[in-house]
């Protein structure tokens, strides 16, 4: 451990004053007096130097000056005001001036300040003042507006050369975004400070402190006497009023040329939002009152700046609801996420400000406007991933991180990144353009520290220094970041419920194929079985009554038996169907034309449908599949095709290919009573018959056939009118 | 080719075409054909004449009240009929069945023949082999 004189350390530069102990400097300014008591001795025990002059006593005397000796008449007041740890401010006479007493507490140290009493205003005036203040506040519409208004009030109650309104950005870098300063001065409005002006201890102080001045620059401080205290410790003036500033600040201030200064801070959620700061160009001194009017003002403007800025975001997300519920119902269309966000009249982008967008899901990238290169947008994607920055991940000037993003920063300099669900790389992105802009410093920023002799102190130069922004763009706004993250949430709400559904068809699919399989084996045995019948007691009539019949009796009996038998061999057919989804499927190249030949013999035309003509295209292409399914398909299909149309006046069929595609598209073309298109998915479900009952049928057929295509990998579709004939296309994969 | 055969078929017209295969084909064989399965496990369940017990009992998988397997399992519990060979005649290819069957001690699963035309070249050679080259 370090002992604590050497907390503080030796050099203090801007390369370390980051870490310079501003609360222990032990110095306070010159216009304020200092007397610290320790409640427990009931001792004075600290005290600021200029105290000894100001009750003409010797420092060695310090434990021996008591609170008359300090306020005299008034002591007795002063006693309990402390005894009850009261921090109210009260006025006294000490030495013939008056004096307002700012009392505050620190473990078993009682520190009372003194500050002097300069004009004061009346209690009426400052009375207005306040009202003035919330009622202007509060009637600017915008934040810029009130900034603004505060500039002008600030001015105008204090008389400061110059007041300004400086706002932090994600760095720490500052930008006077609103100004109020006499005519005289040149204007620094739209300024930006680096980060190093303001270090960070000095921003924490000022989350606790609000309003500090520096009455003048200029003077010299007084010590705290003694320096360090019997276990050796400096005293900690971190709540003192009057607490001095770094000598590196004044240095700075020096070089700006600044004789005093008020600074207050805008604390916005929690956060240092910004600061005002206030320039004299000669010392200047605020009173206590004065300062307190201006906290008030600062806390008026902090709650105004949080309800106005949170009423602007909701406003902007609220503007997105309408837009995000029209994306989700393109994704619900079809459940294509993809096409939803990007194909549709309204894309991602129209949620944010950005120019690109891209979705990553299921190991596909779909993209809308102006975006880096699908394999740039994947690389990016895992290193997002990979560095683990949680489920959203924002920048603007995106190279900085990812140095790869310099290949694509004209269009990608900010990214907004979503994750749709924890531990998956899949995720929307959203991508804004680099915007080159001049941005004016108050001076160099990058010379922010130069190194004089030895020593490294403040930049001496404060003119306007511009620089081109480069690798920039405009930052993401909160209501973007928002409606992105609900857009993320819509996103998997659509994925959970698409899996559901298809969770669900396939649980019917399956019900369904257990069905078929089930129907199959009640026709085996149900058709068996009166069929065996038909065909025993014909075969009885063949054997002992033959020759006792004429030759049409003959021939009657004869067709019997043979129909039986073919009846045998479509129930085969029915049988090895459903025996499809558990025999291996055997692939080859077969003749189309024929397999077509072979099925038009099966289906008896001659007999059955003698009025249809059937026109079959030559030299049809060569096909890959299962023979045996594929002639499953045909005469499922060509059977259709004669049973619906030939009722009509002329029933044509057609077979052929389109062999524009590859692999050939077969199909099937009738003249029929067609389909009502509204019903081309259902048709091809099992026992989802559309047809009036004149129509025979089991109501499996095309589902057979659907069956046989799906074995194939391939696809199966139709289009049809009611009365204006069907055509049923089948391709089936190559490979 | 001479016997006693038991057939349970449920269908009128395979008993039938069962009955006059039998009879032209193995007029020497004496075919007794219970028409119901019920029926069929009572005949079984009460059958005393220990020195004529079936040379062969031929049974339908499906049926209605009390399926073929079922009384499989149950015609295996009378001991009288626990070594009695027994032959399964299905319409079902499905091999859940064709397992049950041979877990339930059946002796053979057949396929029911399609036609009358292979049922009356199907009977004689089963006969033959449980009643001749089995016995």
């Known amino acids: 451990m370090s002992t604590p004189s050497k907390l503080y350390p030796k050099k203090i530069d801007l390369t370390n004053c980051d870490k310079e102990p501003i609360h222990l400097l032990g110095q306070v300014q010159s216009h304020a007096y200092l007397f610290v008591i320790d409640a427990l001795k009931k001792q004075l025990v600290r005290v600021s130097e200029n105290v000894f002059n100001l009750l003409s006593r010797k420092r060695e005397d310090i434990h021996t000056i008591s609170l008359e000796d300090i306020f005299g008449s008034t002591a007795g007041t002063i006693n309990t005001h402390i005894e009850g740890k009261n921090t109210q401010a009260i006025e006294v006479e000490v030495k013939e001036k008056r004096y307002v007493v700012i009392t505050h507490y620190k473990e078993d140290l009682i520190y009372i300040e003194l500050e002097p009493i300069v004009a004061q205003a009346e209690a009426h005036i400052v009375q207005r003042q306040l009202s003035d203040i919330i009622t202007d506040l509060s009637q600017a519409i915008t934040v810029s507006g009130m900034c603004d208004k505060t500039a002008n009030l600030i001015k105008e109650l204090t008389g400061y050369d ?209 975006t880096p290169a699908s394999e740039d947008i994947l690389d990016l994607v895992d290193w997002i991933y990979n560095s683990q920055m949680g489920d959203t991940y924002t920048s603007h000037n995106l190279t900085k991180e990812y140095d790869k993003g310099k290949a694509f920063a004209k269009m990608a300099s900010g990214v907004l990144c979503v994750f749709i669900a924890k531990g998956e790389k899949d995720c929307i992105l959203w991508f804004k353009p680099e915007l080159k802009q001049v941005i004016s410093w108050g001076g160099n920023p990058e010379k922010a520290v130069v190194e004089e002799g030895k020593r490294l102190t403040p930049r001496k130069s404060f003119a306007k220094w511009n620089q081109e922004q480069v690798l920039t763009s405009l930052p993401w706004k909160d209501y973007e970041i928002a409606s992105a993250q609900a857009l993320r949430t819509s996103i998997s709400n659509i994925i959970i419920s698409r899996y559901q559904e298809v969770k669900e068809l396939n649980d019917k699919l399956k019900e369904a194929y257990k069905e078929l399989e089930s129907f199959s084996y009640s026709v085996s045995h149900d058709l068996r079985s009166p069929l065996r019948g038909i065909d025993g007691f014909a075969q009885i009539i063949k054997e002992d009554y033959f020759e006792s019949l004429d030759d049409y009796g003959k021939n ?24 499809i989804g558990k025999d291996q499927i055997a692939m080859g190249v077969f003749d189309m034309q024929e397999l077509v030949g072979e099925v038009l013999q099966f289906l008896q035309l001659d007999k059955k449908y003698n009025n249809n003509t059937i026109e079959v295209e030559g030299d049809l292409p060569k096909a890959y599949g299962d023979r045996g399914m594929i002639f499953q398909l045909l005469s499922n299909l060509i059977g259709n095709a004669l049973k619906y149309s030939h009722t009509e006046e002329n029933p044509t069929i057609y077979i052929g290919a389109r062999r524009d595609e590859s692999p050939a598209v077969f199909f099937i073309k009738d003249n029929g009573i067609g389909f009502n298109e509204a019903h081309k998915e259902k048709i091809f479900g099992v026992f989802n018959r559309l047809v009036k009952d004149e129509f025979e049928g089991s109501g499996i057929g095309l589902a057979i056939a659907q069956r046989v295509v799906d074995k194939h990998k391939g696809t199966i579709w139709a289009e049809g009118k009611v009365d204006q004939g069907a055509t049923f296309y089948f391709q089936l994969p190559i490979r | 080719m001479k016997g006693f055969i038991v057939s349970v078929e449920d269908n009128a017209n395979d008993c039938a075409l069962m009955r006059r295969i039998f009879e032209r084909e193995m007029p020497l064989v004496k075919i007794h054909i219970l028409e119901d399965s019920l029926t069929a496990l009572a005949w079984f369940q009460s059958f005393k004449d220990v020195k004529n017990t079936p040379d062969l009992i031929l049974l339908d998988i499906k049926m209605p009240k009390l399926d073929g397997l079922s009384l499989l399992k149950e015609i295996r519990k009378i001991e009288l009929f626990t070594n009695s060979p027994i032959v399964i005649m299905s319409s079902s290819d499905q091999l859940s069945d064709r397992d049950k069957a041979y877990a339930y001690g059946a002796n053979s699963y057949l396929e029911k023949p399609k036609s009358y035309t292979e049922l009356k070249e199907m009977l004689p050679v089963i006969s033959n082999y449980w009643l001749t080259l089995n016995k």
């Open chain 1, 556 to 579: 009657a009996i004869q067709t019997i038996i043979d129909s039986t038998s073919k009846m045998n061999t479509l129930i085969d057919d029915i049988l090895a169907f459903s025996g």
């Open chain 1, 162 to 370: 110059r007041v300004m309104v400086y706002k932090f950005d994600q760095n720490w870098n500052g930008t006077i975004i609103s100004e109020s300063r006499d005519v005289a001065l040149e204007s620094w409005l739209g300024m930006h400070y680096p980060a190093t002006d303001i270090p960070q201890q000095a921003r924490k102080a000022f989350l606790t402190q609000g309003v500090r001045i520096i009455a003048d620059v200029k003077s010299k401080t007084a010590a705290v006497y003694p320096e360090l205290n019997e276990q050796g410790f400096p005293l900690d003036l971190t709540n003192c009023e009057s607490r001095a500033s770094s000598p590196i600040h004044i240095e700075y201030l020096e070089n700006m040329k600044v004789g005093a200064t008020l600074t207050a801070a805008i604390i916005s959620n929690g956060n240092l939002w910004g600061l005002i700061a206030c320039h004299h160009y000669s010392p200047k001194f605020i009173n206590y009152y004065q300062r307190q009017t201006i906290k008030f003002l600062t806390q008026v403007f902090s709650t105004q700046l949080t309800l106005r800025s949170s009423n602007e975001v909701l406003t902007r997300i609220n503007a997105t609801v309408a837009t995000r519920t029209k994306l989700v119902e393109q994704m619900s269309d079809g459940w294509d996420v993809h096409s939803g966000l990007t194909e549709k009249t309204t894309s991602m982008l129209s949620i944010t400000e950005a120019t690109g967008g891209a979705i990553f899901l299921e190991n596909k990238i779909s993209t809308v406007g102006e």
